[in-house]
């Protein structure tokens, strides 16, 4: 079944260290490719997309997020951490024309100081 | 300002009730979307609608219903038949085309009384 994964549940990063969070799908072809962030009890706020060309996409806030095809993954970066990062990250795709967004179960960042 | 209105922020259900949560968007998008979310079980599709007069369900349609009579507008009825409707939703648009980035109302929390 096509799928997105986030296989982290729950990471916490100290202030000022870096940032990988992991995301992978399951799709014989290219998707679009979506990091967002949710704060509690909110919406969703868009960091980035990805749609073809190059594989390093810039994002808001600093974020960042490389598409490897051959890993048929988005994974998410950030330098340094800030602690108003900490909220819940949600990798998303299309998998298919004429379908809506599919999402992940997403990845709860804390932040310590 | 243009973007998302969802109402109300807080809804509580009574057993054998029907309710109705309002999506109202001034974004002039074809496409609209409504999410389940659950704690640790990300975002689940619904319903979405590509274009008015027209839907289709998401992967946990049962015990809902919708209706696009307007573009603008694209309210969610949570039935009776839905045993289990406590949950967090988010109803958001776009523009219809595939990969199109979409825009998050701040939600509804449905509790059941």
């Known amino acids: 079944a096509q799928s997105v994964t986030q296989p982290d549940i729950h990471i916490t990063v100290s202030e000022g260290a870096s940032l990988e969070l992991r995301c992978n799908y399951s799709?014989?072809?290219?998707?679009?490719l979506f990091w967002y962030v949710q704060s509690p009890g909110q919406g969703l706020q868009l960091l980035l997309k990805?749609?073809?060309?190059?594989?390093l996409v810039q994002g808001i806030k600093g974020f960042e997020a490389e598409f490897k095809r051959s890993q048929s993954s988005f994974n998410l970066r950030k330098p340094s951490v800030h602690w108003s990062d900490a909220a819940e990250y949600f990798c998303a795709a299309y998998l298919q024309a004429g379908t809506a967004l599919i999402f992940g179960k997403g990845t709860t960042l804390s932040v310590s100081s | 300002d243009g973007g998302i209105t969802q109402s109300p922020k807080y809804l509580f259900r009574k057993e054998g009730q029907n309710v109705t949560l309002s999506c109202e968007q001034n974004?002039?998008?074809?496409?609209m979307y409504w999410y389940r979310q659950d704690p640790g079980q990300g975002l689940r599709l619904i319903y979405y609608?590509?274009?008015?007069?027209?839907?289709q369900k998401g992967d946990i349609a049962e015990g809902y219903s919708v209706s696009r009579e307007k573009k603008e507008s694209f309210p969610l009825t949570v039935t009776s038949a839905q045993k289990n409707p406590t949950a967090f939703y988010l109803c958001?648009?776009?523009?219809?085309?595939?990969?199109?980035?979409?825009?998050f109302g701040s939600g509804t929390q449905l509790s059941v009384l």
């Open positions: 609608s590509q274009i008015v007069n027209d839907f």
């Open positions: 990805y749609f073809s060309g190059d594989t």
């Open positions: 799709y014989g072809a290219t998707p679009y």
């Open positions: 958001a648009s776009s523009q219809g085309g595939a990969g199109e980035k979409l825009f």
């Open positions: 974004l002039n998008h074809d496409a």
